[in-house]
Nanobody, 116 residues
Framework: QVQVVESGGGLVQPGGSLRLSCAASGVTFNNCAVSWYRQAPGKERELVAKITSPGGSTNYADSVKGRFTISRDNAKNTGYLQMNSLKPEDTAVYYC?????????WGRGTQVTVSS
């Protein structure tokens, strides 16, 4: 059984940083692409960042380029999203998606709130 679990969310002031983690089990993680999505209240879920495997190439939404960094540690079966210079508009539930070929596995999300 595949499990994807996000962690690391919380409340942070504008300009602050958070690092989200995405731990996967039951899947050959080093063969999977890892993506982070977010969904703010009243808005559609949007892609924030993606990292492929095995090449590790990355792509980002324009709104987070230069502030967020996606990475992975295949030895730990974990993906990360380092978020710096956070803005109130980054407030959302952040979801991790792990993809293996045509299969997708989602976590339940972690809340990120940016507020003073």
């Amino acid at each position: 059984q595949v499990q994807v679990v996000e962690s690391g969310g919380g409340l942070v002031q504008p300009g602050g940083s958070l690092r989200l983690s995405c731990a996967a089990s039951g899947v050959t993680f080093n063969n999977c692409a890892v993506s982070w999505y977010r969904q703010a209240p009243g808005k559609e879920r949007e892609l924030v960042a993606k990292i492929t495997s095995p090449g590790g190439s990355t792509n980002y939404a324009d709104s987070v380029k230069g502030r967020f960094t996606i990475s992975r540690d295949n030895a730990k079966n974990t993906g990360y999203l380092q978020m710096n210079s956070l803005k109130p508009e980054d407030t959302a539930v952040y979801y991790c998606r792990v993809q293996y070929v045509i299969l997708s596995y989602w976590g339940r999300g972690t809340q990120v709130t940016v507020s003073s």
